[in-house]
């Protein structure tokens, strides 16, 4: 089983809906990193948590320490939030590796 | 700010060569992380490393080796180059502070590695 595991694989949605894409993971962490990339873009970091919630415009991310579960929402989807969603996390188990999974692949339709 | 710069961006080598691939991090960041992207894989760790040491180290064989210089700068090399070495490479730099590890990343566009 993976350290950290993402769902969906993959998502489909129109614009305007709202999306969940889910993370867990099963090792002790310092903190948690959501990411985005592009087809044939670069990475970009989205958030960074270690606790509660964050939110940037039409991005939400929370995290649940206890329960080893984080979401990332987006609201109001558009056409170009169409990307590769990754969920990355700071094992404490491994020397502070960052231990990544493997992605969310998000599609939005006009 | 000056970004994180990763060079050469494309590459064409043929097997049995070498390759030294760079990453030039944000500047005041002491912390860089190397990673290899290939479409089946995902992105996969290969080293990190911090004021000069590396600090962790994935799971590739010894043909994958890396450095960091006191300027944080940071070079890769892939000696002995397989056709399953083709892949994006790509480098992350991390503002690591006092407490570890607590830094967000911050990526360069990757070096492109095609091996024939």
């Known amino acids: 089983k993976n350290e950290v595991e993402q769902s969906p694989q993959n998502l489909t949605a129109q614009e305007g809906e709202f999306i969940t894409i889910n993370c867990s993971y099963s090792?002790?962490?310092?903190?948690l990193h959501w990411l985005q990339q592009h087809p044939g873009g670069g990475i970009v970091s989205l958030f960074m948590?270690?606790?509660?919630?964050k939110k940037h415009g039409r991005l939400i991310a929370t995290i649940n320490i206890q329960e080893k579960h984080s979401s990332l929402h987006i609201t109001a989807s558009h056409p170009r939030d169409s990307a590769v969603y990754i969920c990355?996390?700071?094992?404490?188990?491994?020397?502070?590796?960052?231990?990544w999974g493997a992605g969310t692949k998000l599609i939005i339709k006009p | 700010k000056a970004g994180v710069t990763q060079t050469p961006r494309y590459l064409i080598k043929t097997r049995g060569q070498q390759v030294t691939l760079s990453c030039s991090p944000i500047s005041g960041h002491r912390s860089v992380s190397w990673y290899q992207q290939t479409p089946g894989q995902g992105l996969q760790f290969l080293f990190e490393?911090?004021?000069?040491?590396?600090?962790n180290k994935g799971n590739f064989p010894g043909r994958f080796s890396g450095r960091q210089f006191s300027n944080s700068r940071s070079e890769m090399n892939v000696s002995t180059l397989e056709l399953g070495d083709s892949a994006l490479y790509l480098c992350?730099?991390?503002?690591?502070?006092?407490?570890?590890?607590?830094?967000?990343?911050?990526f360069g566009e990757g070096s492109r590695l095609t091996v024939l």
């Open positions: 990355a996390v700071r094992s404490m188990d491994s020397n502070y590796q960052l231990i």
């Open positions: 090792v002790g962490i310092s903190a």
């Open positions: 948590l270690s606790s509660g919630k």
């Open positions: 992350a730099s991390s503002p690591d502070g006092r407490v570890r590890n607590t830094g967000e990343l911050f």
């Open positions: 490393y911090f004021s000069e040491t590396q600090r």
